[in-house]
C-alpha cells in the first residue's frame, strides 16, 4: 500500500519482548555453536526431533537453479523494465469494464457508481488464477484480484479531486463511486496464439465485489452479541469488504481476500472499545468521510461511524467494524455465490493468507500476519483433516462454500512466538490456553475475553497475554509446497532505537500487559545494527512434523542498500539491493527445486527517504533459497549472490505486488499499484514512457519471454 494509508502506530502495548532483541539472541547462539559445530548442529537437528526423511529433506541442500538473466541496475522512470528477451503487458488497468454493455475507460471520464461497480477498481494488490479447465489452466483462467484502496486525486481528476474530504457532508454519488472502487474482481483472462492476453468482456464469471457487497460471517463471531447491528440484529450478515490487501487460495478452489488497513473507515466519537483502541479505530472523521454522506437507506453511511446512541447495540452501528478484519473466501467460479468473513482465522490487520503443505490425511494450515509495527504472525490449523476428493475440480459447479465451511470455521488458532536458540512455539488462542505470563499469568484466555467470539474480537490482545513475538510489520507469506518451509517478509520497523528495553518495561517474568506503554520503540542488535529496521528483512520457518506447536526458523535475506556496510547483512549489491519486501510467491519448478520470489514496497509516494529508494524504483526479484542451514548467517550473504537478482522494475512511486505465474511458467503476472504517471496512454506496452501527465492506474502487468519460453531460467 501507499503510506497514504499505512497506520502503522503502535498499537501493541504488551511488552513482549521484541524480534529484534530475539534476533540478537539467536545470532549470539548461533555463534556459540559454530565454536563446536559439528556436535552443535547434530544436536540441534536431533533434539528437533524431524523424522530420518525429513532431516535429510532438510540437512542436503537441493541442485541449484540458475537465474538465467542478468540482474538489473536500478531504474527510476515512468516505465517497467525487464530483463532483455521479455515482453511486459498491461492488462485490466482500473477502470476497466467487465461486462460488454459498459462505457469504454476515457482518460478524462467522470465516474458514477453503477459504472464503478462494473469495472475493475482501484489499486490492484493480491491475485490469483483459477483454472477452468485443467488442459488450458496455462490460457484461459479467472483472475481473482484485490482492489486494496483508492487515489482520490486520480478518481476525481476531471473535477480537481473530491468534494468535501475535510469538512461538511461528502456527496453521496461520490461515496458510493468510492466504495465500489474497493474490494475485489473476478475477471476471466484469455491468451491468444501470439501471447497476447486480453480480458473476456461479458463472461459470466466476471464479477466486483465492492465494500458495501453484502456477505455473511462465519466461525466463531456469527450470531453473537459481539456482531450486533441495526442491519443485522441476529449478527450474521455484513456489507462489504474492505481494503484488501494481500490474497490466498484454498486447495479447494476458493479465493481468500484480507481485510488489512480497514480500521480508519470507521469513527467512534466516544469512548473507545478495548479491540477499537487496539487496531487503531478513532477519531472525528473517517479516512475518506463516508459516515458524513447524507444516508441511504439502512444506515448506508452512518454504519461507518461507530458511536453508540443509546443502549441497545441492535439500534446502531457500535460493533459494525466488529465485521472488519477478516480472512475473507469467494468462490470465484460462481458469480452469485455467498461469501463468506472466516472469523475463525482472526481478526487483525491481516496482510494475506497463505495455505500450508497439503497433505492428504493431515490437518490443513494457513499462515497469516498482522501488519503493523509490532504485531504477531498467526497461522490456523484446520480440525478436518486433509481429504483429497474436497480438491478443486476447476470449471465444475458445485458448492465450494460448504467444503470452505467445513474446514475453515473449526480450527485452532495460534500465533507465533520466535525463540533465541532458532526454535519456535506456537501459542494457541483458545479458551482453555493458560495465559503464561503477567498479570493475568495462570487465567484462561476463555475468563479474560468470555468465549471464542471474545477472543477473536481481540485476537491481538489475546496473542500479548500468551507471550507472541512482536515482528517488524509481517507482510506476505509463501509456502515452499516440497519442503514445507514458510517464508515471510517482515517490511521494515521505524520504531527500533538503540534503547534495550523502552523504560517502563519492568523485565523478564514480570511482562505487563495493561499498561499503556509497553514497547514503542525495539532494541538495535547485532541482526539489525540500525537504529531503525529501514530496510526490512525475510525469515524462513520449518514445522516440526508430529507437533502442531512447534517449528524452527532463521533469518533469510536482510534488505539493504549496497553502500550501507553497516546494514549490508546479506552482502548485497547495486544490482541486487531491496528494501521493505512486501510481496512474496514460492514459484515450484523441478525435483522440488523453486524461485522465491521478491516483490518491494519502499513506500517512494513519500519521497525517496532512504538509500536504496535514491538508487531505484520498486523491484521484484528471483531468489533461488537453498535449504535450511543453523550456520548463524543469513541464507543468503555475500557467498551466494549470484542466486539473488532484480528482475523487474516499476515505475516511479508504484510499488509492485501481487504476483504468481501460469502453471507451465511461462507468463508471470504481477501488479503496479499507485503508480505516479504510468501507464503511457494508447499502448499495452509496461515498459512504454508516457508522455506527459497521465491520469495514473493501477494495473497487471503479465512478463513473457519473447520466445515463449519459462519465466527466469
Ligand atoms: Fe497492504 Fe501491508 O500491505
Ligand atoms: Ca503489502
Ligand atoms: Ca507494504
Not at 540437512?59 to 538473466?69: M, N, S, V, W
Not at 504477531?376 to 481429504?387: E, L, M, N, P, S
Not at 532512504?610 to 528471483?622: F, H, I, R
Request: charged content about 25%.
Amino acid at each position: 500500500m501507499s503510506q497514504e494509508i499505512e497506520n502503522h502506530d503502535n498499537h501493541n502495548d504488551s511488552g513482549n519482548r521484541p524480534f529484534s532483541s530475539v534476533m540478537a539472541r539467536y545470532l549470539s547462539r548461533r555463534r556459540m555453536l559454530q565454536g563446536s559445530l559439528g556436535l552443535a548442529a547434530a544436536t540441534l537437528f536431533t533434539d528437533f526431533g524431524l523424522s530420518a526423511a525429513l532431516r535429510q529433506a532438510s540437512a542436503e541442500p537441493r541442485r541449484r537453479l540458475t537465474l538465467g538473466f542478468e540482474s538489473l541496475p536500478g531504474s527510476m522512470t515512468d516505465a517497467i523494465v525487464v530483463p532483455e528477451g521479455y515482453t511486459a503487458q498491461i492488462l485490466v488497468p482500473w477502470g476497466t469494464p467487465l461486462d460488454g454493455s459498459a462505457a469504454d475507460w476515457q482518460q478524462d471520464m467522470h465516474l458514477t457508481p453503477a459504472f464503478q461497480a462494473r469495472a475493475m477498481g482501484m489499486h490492484h494488490d493480491g491475485m490469483y488464477h483459477f483454472p477452468l479447465d485443467t488442459q488450458h489452466a496455462s490460457r484461459d483462467f479467472l483472475l481473482a484480484i484485490n482492489h486494496e484502496y483508492i487515489d482520490q486525486s486520480a478518481l476525481w481528476a476531471p473535477q480537481g479531486g473530491p468534494t468535501n474530504n475535510d469538512e461538511g457532508a461528502r456527496p453521496a454519488d461520490e461515496v458510493r463511486t468510492e466504495i465500489n472502487a474497493h474490494g475485489m474482481a473476478v475477471v476471466r483472462l484469455r491468451r491468444d496464439d501470439q501471447g497476447h492476453w486480453a480480458p473476456v468482456a461479458d463472461d459470466a464469471h466476471n464479477r466486483r465485489v465492492t465494500s458495501a457487497t453484502p456477505m455473511e460471517l462465519a466461525g466463531p463471531v456469527r450470531g453473537t452479541s459481539w456482531a450486533v447491528t441495526a442491519w443485522s440484529p441476529e449478527g450474521t450478515h455484513v456489507r462489504g469488504t474492505n481494503n484488501n490487501c494481500a490474497s490466498g487460495y484454498t486447495p479447494w478452489g476458493t479465493y481468500l481476500t484480507c481485510e488489512e488497513n480497514w480500521p480508519e473507515v470507521f469513527i467512534n466519537r466516544g469512548k473507545l472499545t478495548p479491540d477499537q483502541a487496539r487496531l487503531g479505530i478513532n477519531g472525528e472523521r473517517g479516512r475518506y468521510s463516508w459516515e458524513s454522506a447524507e444516508d441511504g437507506e439502512q444506515g448506508e453511511f452512518s454504519r461507518f461511524d461507530n458511536t453508540p446512541h443509546g443502549d441497545d447495540p441492535a439500534k446502531d452501528y457500535r460493533n459494525e467494524a466488529r465485521g472488519f478484519g477478516y480472512i475473507v473466501e469467494i468462490d470465484p467460479y460462481d458469480a452469485d455465490s455467498i461469501i463468506y468473513k472466516r472469523t475463525a482465522l482472526g481478526r487483525f490487520r491481516h496482510e494475506g493468507c497463505w495455505p500450508g503443505r497439503v497433505v492428504e490425511g493431515m490437518p490443513l494450515t494457513f499462515y497469516t500476519g498482522h501488519d503493523s509495527r509490532n504485531e504477531y504472525i498467526y497461522k490456523f490449523v484446520t480440525t478436518k483433516i486433509w481429504q483429497q476428493s474436497d480438491a478443486n475440480r476447476p470449471g465444475e459447479a458445485y458448492d465450494r462454500q460448504a467444503i470452505g465451511t467445513s474446514y475453515l470455521d473449526e480450527g485452532t488458532l495460534y500465533v507465533a512466538r520466535f525463540d533465541a536458540d532458532g526454535e519456535g512455539e506456537w501459542l494457541p488462542l483458545t479458551v482453555d490456553a493458560i495465559i503464561p505470563q503477567g498479570e493475568h499469568k495462570g487465567r484462561r484466555l476463555g475468563e479474560v475475553f468470555e468465549n471464542q467470539a471474545g477472543i477473536i474480537i481481540n485476537t491481538c490482545d489475546a496473542a500479548d497475554l500468551m507471550g507472541a513475538t512482536p515482528m517488524d510489520r509481517p507482510e506476505w507469506g509463501t509456502v515452499d509446497p516440497h519442503s514445507g518451509i514458510v517464508y515471510m517478509t517482515l517490511t521494515n520497523n521505524s520504531k527500533r532505537t538503540e534503547a534495550e528495553r523502552p523504560a517502563s518495561f519492568t523485565g523478564e517474568g514480570d511482562d505487563v500487559f495493561t499498561v499503556g506503554s509497553g514497547y514503542a520503540t525495539a532494541p538495535v542488535n547485532a541482526a539489525n545494527p540500525r537504529p531503525d529496521n529501514t530496510y526490512g528483512h525475510v525469515i524462513r520457518w520449518q514445522e516440526r512434523h508430529d507437533d502442531p506447536t512447534r517449528m524452527r526458523w532463521e533469518p533469510f535475506v536482510f534488505g539493504s542498500s549496497a553502500s550501507d556496510a553497516d546494514s549490508n547483512l546479506s552482502g548485497l549489491t547495486d544490482v541486487n539491493a531491496f528494501a521493505s519486501p512486501d510481496g512474496l510467491w514460492f514459484d515450484e519448478r523441478d525435483d522440488g527445486e523453486g524461485i522465491l520470489w521478491i516483490e518491494t514496497d519502499n513506500g517512494l509516494d513519500k519521497g525517496r527517504e532512504n538509500a536504496v529508494a535514491e538508487m531505484t524504483n520498486d523491484q521484484v526479484l528471483a531468489v533461488v533459497p537453498g535449504a535450511m542451514s543453523d550456520d548463524g548467517q543469513p541464507a543468503i550473504n555475500a557467498q551466494n549472490q549470484a542466486q539473488l537478482k532484480r528482475f523487474a522494475i516499476g515505475p516511479n512511486e508504484a510499488e509492485v505486488t501481487g504476483i504468481f505465474a501460469t502453471p507451465d511458467r511461462t507468463a508471470l503476472f504481477i501488479n503496479i499499484q499507485h503508480p505516479a504517471n504510468w501507464p503511457a496512454a494508447n499502448t499495452e506496452n509496461a515498459t512504454q514512457t508516457a508522455q506527459g501527465q497521465v491520469r495514473p492506474r493501477s494495473s497487471t502487468v503479465v512478463i513473457q519471454k519473447r520466445d515463449g519460453g519459462r519465466i527466469g531460467v
